[in-house]
């Protein structure tokens, strides 16, 4: 009797035993799962609305994953607080490979420039995957005004201390921090007003309520084409292709006073370097075939790729740099 409630025992044991190692051998592994990357669909958090400048670029971002990973990239609008809403959700999310950030220099840098209460941190809380591509900003300015140079603007608004203003995107925008750049190296002096969406920055620009605004060529050039809206320079080294009659500020004399908006891709911090390499691999494929390319150039946008590792000391660069400005600025926010 004694035997026989043994053998029971026993046998429930090798049992239990059995289908632990056949459930264990079954499931797979971290590493497995990191090398069946990406199995179902990767959603891309883009932190502004479906309106913007740069939604086109998340869009058509997502669509080349897609064709170089053989799986679907969905771009979703999480927009609000400059971008910090989006980032932040991210920033919480699963370190799985499945929840991706497309993000900008404003977004990444005001999160540690100007907020004392930091939604994020951009270096502590994301793994960097790769820059994808930039595009200038231009000093643009209304049709009406009497100015037809840059130097010409800066020597109107100190003859008309604190009466033009400049619009932006919104407190810690690259319009916003372009602005600031100008006023801090020409020394002009010019009001910031900030506004929710490009669109309607540019539409007071046009009525002439704004005098002036720092956006990328895109969104004024052909306003600029109509004789709308007037260029002064473009805040680069080289002329914009959007632009190519504008001068850019190292060709006027201020080789310092360049300013540009950057995209790139971010994973949650703790994401595999499997697959943020996998990413980079594929994402740095995209930027060399021509179509793509060609697609950028034409949309007035700088390629440019590179490691994970080159993107992370970049945004740092980028960090410290553009800190002084917020702080010449006095913007920031609590």
């Known amino acids: 009797m004694k035997l026989n409630k043994l053998s029971t025992i026993c046998g429930c044991s090798l049992w239990t035993a ?29 932190p502004a609305g479906s309106g913007g400048s740069s939604d086109p670029l998340a869009r058509m971002v997502a669509t080349e994953l897609s064709k170089e990973l053989g799986q679907s990239f969905v771009v979703e609008n999480k927009p609000g ?47 960097p995957i790769a820059l994808i591509a930039s595009i200038p900003n231009v000093v643009a300015v209304t049709a009406e005004l009497p100015v ?9 608004s ?27 190296m020409a020394g002009a002096s010019l009001l910031h007003v900030p506004y929710t969406s490009p669109g309607t920055v540019v539409t007071d620009l046009v009525s002439g309520r704004l005098q002036a605004a720092f956006p990328q060529p895109i969104a004024v050039a052909s306003l600029v084409q109509e004789g709308r809206l007037k260029a002064l320079a473009v805040m680069a080294d080289e002329r914009s292709s959007s632009l190519p009659d504008t ?24 994401t ?21 390319r060609n697609e950028l150039l034409r949309r007035g946008y700088t390629p440019l790729g590179g ?10 660069e980028e960090i410290s740099r553009w800190d002084e400005i917020v ?8």
């Open 272 to 292: 595999s370097k499997e697959i943020v390499d996998k990413i980079n691999h594929a994402l740095n494929g995209a930027l060399k075939k021509d179509d793509f």
């Open 158 to 184: 100190k003859s008309n201390p604190e009466k033009l203003s400049f619009g932006s995107t919104g407190s810690g925008s690259s319009w916003h921090l372009a602005g600031e750049l100008y006023k801090k």
């Open 81 to 127: 607080a400059n971008g910090n809403i989006g980032a932040a959700s991210v920033a919480a999310a699963k370190p799985d490979g499945y929840t991706l950030l497309f993000s900008w220099t404003g977004t990444l840098v005001s999160a540690v420039t100007m907020y004392g209460s930091k939604p994020f941190d951009p270096v502590r809380d994301f793994e």
């Open 247 to 270: 001068p850019t500020t190292k060709e006027l004399g201020y080789p310092d006073l360049v300013a540009s908006t950057w995209f790139a891709l971010l994973a949650p911090k703790g």
């Open 307 to 316: 490691t994970d590792t080159e993107f992370a000391a970049y945004m740092r």
């Open 18 to 46: 059995v289908l632990g190692g056949v459930m264990l051998a079954m499931a797979p592994s971290t590493g497995q799962a990191q090398s069946q990357w990406p199995s179902r669909a990767v959603h891309i958090i883009m």
């Open 148 to 156: 037809k140079s840059l130097d010409e603007l800066t020597s109107y």
């Open 327 to 334: 702080k010449f600025a006095g913007a920031k926010i609590d």
